[in-house]
């Protein structure tokens, strides 16, 4: 009886999987639609460019993701300070991205934190930092000083995909892209001019929305909860 109840909840585990597409991002007939219902607010250059990201998370770090959300749910502000901020809530994945693109980036000694800040934006945004303390590091006041440059950056780029672009690389940059961009308000446009790693970070980020909404098997329960 325990032997039938067992392999009834695989056959069951599995119609779920198939009838959800549960598959691996690279099989999934439906992920450009899913993409677009849960990433509204932004735009990229290829689908197939934002799979590609998905499928080498999934390949690379699929264990990860459970740690990395155990991680977001226990930055109890984060949440709330993004709402209150009118921002995206999949903005909370950001740190993610940045984690999962350590063979994309340059190393870059100047940025530091889950949230990959320079030192002088940092601390204009409150985070105190000298050669005995880094307020990078910490969890809870490091996504702070993110929501308040998260706000900023939202507030002078339009669409959103210009902003989030603006915190992954620069404000400086993202203008620079517009002023040579034949139309600065077109986020196609300005994404084909940014250079390539932070164009993958981006298309990481929004992998992870995907994966994040629509792989929940990956999470623990911690993180469900």
Not at 37 to 57: C, G, H, M, Y
Not at 187 to 198: F, I, K, Q, Y
């Amino acid at each position: 009886m325990n032997l039938l109840r067992y392999f009834s909840s695989i056959f069951v585990w599995f119609l779920l999987c198939w009838g959800t597409g549960l598959a691996q991002p690279a099989s999934d007939p439906n992920f450009s639609e899913r993409l677009s219902k849960v990433a509204p607010e932004f735009e990229w250059l290829s689908t197939d460019d934002v799979r590609d990201e998905a499928q080498d998370i999934w390949k690379k770090y699929k264990k990860e993701l459970g740690y990395w959300a155990i991680r977001i749910s226990e930055m109890h502000g984060l949440a709330s300070a993004l709402k209150e901020a009118h921002l995206p809530a999949s903005l909370m994945y950001v740190p993610v991205a940045f984690a999962f693109s350590g063979d994309v980036l340059p190393l870059d000694l100047d940025r530091n934190g889950a949230w990959k800040q320079y030192a002088p934006v940092a601390a204009k945004y409150g985070l105190k930092i000298s050669p005995w303390i880094d307020q990078r590091l910490d969890p809870e006041l490091s996504a702070r000083a993110a929501v308040r440059q998260l706000d900023e950056v939202w507030s002078e780029f339009t669409p959103s995909s210009l902003a989030l672009l603006a915190f992954l690389s620069s404000p400086a940059q993202v203008r620079q892209a517009q002023y040579r961009s034949c139309d600065a308000k077109s986020c196609r446009s300005v994404l084909e001019l940014m250079d390539s790693a932070t164009l993958r970070v981006y298309h990481r980020f929004l992998a992870l929305i995907y994966l994040y909404s629509y792989h929940r098997e990956l999470l623990p329960a911690a993180a469900l909860s």
